[in-house]
């Protein structure tokens, strides 16, 4: 067993770790306060091949590791939450299911554009009356000759708008519960498809959360993914895999604020001395750490099993449960340590604060993390 | 066009401390990095391929380990990398660093070859400009930026202490380039990936022709006597004022010390 990077490894964090540092940082505190999506951004990592780090170079990816796209989006989220969730749901929502489970044409037509990060992908299960209980969905597809007819909504789609391309599910037979969900890839340009209101949040405020509107959109049949009647699969596959994604931001998060703190208790003076001398911090602060080495290791040893092919579903919901719980509680006492500073916007730790929360709900809320764990050991 | 880039393992000196006993450097946990005006002038040399296609070869002199930034050089984009790596070749000076690398670069066929101005650890310019002696090329020092005609000649904009001279170069010819002229690039994740794939020729003693007293310890004229920080004499005074009140108190400070 070895727990050490690889020098490919440590080469890769040298350069994730300094393009985070250089232009992802400098943006993150103007991103937050103007709930601005940054383009820019997402441009230079497409350029990199980080928006498509763990997909085939035949398909316009990087022929990278999962191991090395947790790396990424725990190092992106480390400066900004919003970057890091920008490049998991693309990844891990959009590009991965067709990966996994596209045709070789859909594969051909849809990887190299979206891998390359020429185009942003995305992806919609939840509806109003959908969240957890994601077998509720309500969103129809019927299909008419050579192709379907989608009806219905979806809400808090992370990166709708700008992405071109949308992994939908929705009943192509309503009376089968979740065996008549299909998944469907749906370009933002086909008749009938609209992106509705833009969320306001509490955190990642950069990223795009919106509502998708599905009038009489008409899809080819060419475009549904996998086969009929087998997209709720698709859809508890690929959040497995997005919580991979979800579990490295939140990890990201907790050492960004655990970074902004250590620095800050060492320059901070009351009674005379550093708070970071005094024994009540530093117990704190080593216990905070152990954490995020424990969820750290949580997250590299779910992106391990699947990059080994072998069953991690429980694994995943393991670390997202933790590194999500982990940057709430170390967020949360990183405002603590700052004091009235930290609850300003004058120091980040109040943004990587509001940041956190989001990790312990989407792709699987923390209750949901715990059925799938305890469904695990139970079967 | 073939470009060779000399470049070179430094540790990073911002995170670098000198052991004030003995006034050597404390290397433990100190990490190393490509030299910044290396990296600088690796990057010209990737836009010229990028612009005409070039062949780009990286060398480096050093340890074993100095693998790690003929890597890093190959996840931007170079085609070739040689270590220069023997016993032989250690303790060295700058005469007999240049007189090593010259060795090797004869057996090398290039139109371009580009150095860093100096490296962070030593800083003293004097490796780049000696190569060039040895092997009797027109040099250019302290390059900012380039511009070639995709033939033969180069316009480089040359940085002086007050001011700039542009010069036109025909090829073959050294550059040695600044960082502050190019912002260098990532490396790309592909890049990474492949980094390790690619072979890193090793060439020792036995590789290059060269006179073995002018290389290694027997070739440095130069010795290191004594390395030491400056002693801090006093704590100083800090005052948070504007910058107005500040150059007032300055000068009347070095008055009341009749320094000025």
Same mark, same amino acid.
């Given at each position: ?379 | ?54 062949? *780009?070869? $990286?060398? +480096?002199?050093?340890?074993?380990? /100095?693998? @790690? ?6 996840? &931007?984009? =170079? ?87 542009? *010069?036109? $170069?025909? +090829?073959?010819?050294?550059?040695? /380039?600044? @960082? ?6 990532? &490396?790309? =994740? ?71």
């Amino acid at each position: 067993m070895d727990f050490s990077l690889s020098k490919q490894e440590q080469l890769f964090l040298q350069m994730i770790r300094e393009f985070a540092e250089k232009e992802v940082k400098p943006l993150a505190a103007e991103v937050d306060e103007s709930e601005r999506f940054p383009m820019e951004t997402v441009q230079k990592m497409a350029k990199l091949g980080i928006m498509g780090i763990p997909f085939p170079v035949e398909l316009g990816g990087a022929g990278g590791s999962n191991i090395l796209y947790t790396m990424a989006v725990e190092e992106l989220s480390r400066v900004c939450a919003t970057t890091g969730v920008i490049v998991s749901a693309h990844t891990s929502l959009c590009c991965a299911p067709i990966m996994e489970h596209g045709t070789p044409e859909q594969k051909a037509k849809y990887l190299p554009k979206l891998a390359s990060g020429e185009w942003i992908g995305a992806f919609g299960l939840t509806e109003p009356n959908a969240g957890t209980d994601a077998s509720a969905q309500q969103t129809i597809a019927v299909k008419e000759g050579d192709h379907y007819v989608l009806n219905g909504s979806k809400i808090f789609i992370t990166n709708a708008g700008y992405a071109h391309v949308y992994i939908i599910m929705a009943m192509t037979d309503k009376s089968k519960g979740t065996k008549g969900i299909s998944a469907f890839i749906v370009e933002k340009d086909f008749p009938g498809f609209s992106v509705g209101k833009k969320e306001k949040k509490l955190g990642i405020r950069g990223s795009a959360t919106c509502e998708l509107i599905m009038e009489n959109c008409i899809v080819p049949a060419e475009n549904l993914l996998g086969q009929e009647g087998k997209g709720f699969g698709i859809a508890m596959k690929t959040l497995d895999g997005g919580r991979i994604g979800i579990a490295s931001q939140a990890l990201g998060i907790a050492q960004g604020a655990m970074d902004e703190t250590v620095k800050y208790v060492k320059e901070r003076k009351q009674f005379g001395k550093a708070i970071g001398q005094f024994q009540n911090t530093q117990f704190q602060l080593a216990d905070l750490q152990t954490k995020i080495e424990a969820a750290r290791l949580l997250v590299r040893q779910a992106a391990y099993k699947k990059d080994l092919k072998v069953p991690y579903s429980a694994d995943a919901a393991m670390a997202k449960l933790f590194a999500a719980e982990t940057a709430m509680e170390v967020t949360t006492k990183a405002v603590q340590f700052h004091g009235g500073y930290g609850y300003t916007r004058e120091y980040p730790v109040e943004r990587m604060m509001r940041d956190a929360k989001i990790t312990e709900i989407y792709e699987g809320t923390s209750e949901v993390q715990r059925m799938v764990i305890a469904a695990n050991l139970l079967k | 066009m073939k470009i060779v880039v000399c470049i070179k393992q430094v540790p990073d000196t911002t995170e670098i401390k000198l052991d004030p006993v003995t006034g050597t450097l404390i290397r433990d946990g100190v990490p190393s990095i490509m030299n910044p005006d290396d990296k600088g002038g690796l990057e010209f040399a990737l836009q010229l391929k990028d612009q005409y296609g070039a062949h *780009v070869t $990286v060398i +480096t002199m050093g340890p074993p380990q /100095a693998e @790690a930034i003929l890597r890093e050089a190959y996840a &931007m984009g =170079v085609d070739r990398a040689i270590l220069l790596s023997d016993r032989k070749f250690g303790g060295a000076d700058t005469l007999a660093t240049s007189n090593t690398i010259a060795a090797a670069l004869r057996s090398l066929e290039f139109d371009l070859l580009i150095t860093g101005r100096q490296a962070i650890d030593g800083d003293t310019a004097q490796v780049g400009p000696q190569i060039a002696e040895h092997l009797d090329l027109p040099q250019v020092t302290y390059v900012e930026s380039l511009t070639f005609d995709g033939n033969k000649t180069f316009t480089v904009k040359k940085s002086m202490e007050d001011g700039y001279q542009m *010069v036109q $170069v025909d +090829t073959p010819c050294v550059f040695t /380039a600044l @960082a502050s002229g190019v912002k260098p690039r990532y &490396m790309s =994740v592909r890049g990474i990936v492949e980094a390790y794939n690619h072979p890193i020729e090793t060439w020792t003693y036995n590789d290059i022709t060269v006179d073995d007293q002018k290389i290694g310890l027997n070739g440095s004229p130069t010795r290191v006597f004594k390395s030491f920080t400056k002693g801090v004499k006093a704590a100083g005074q800090i005052y948070e004022v504007d910058p107005a009140e500040a150059v007032d108190i300055i000068i009347g400070k070095l008055k009341e010390k009749f320094i000025i």
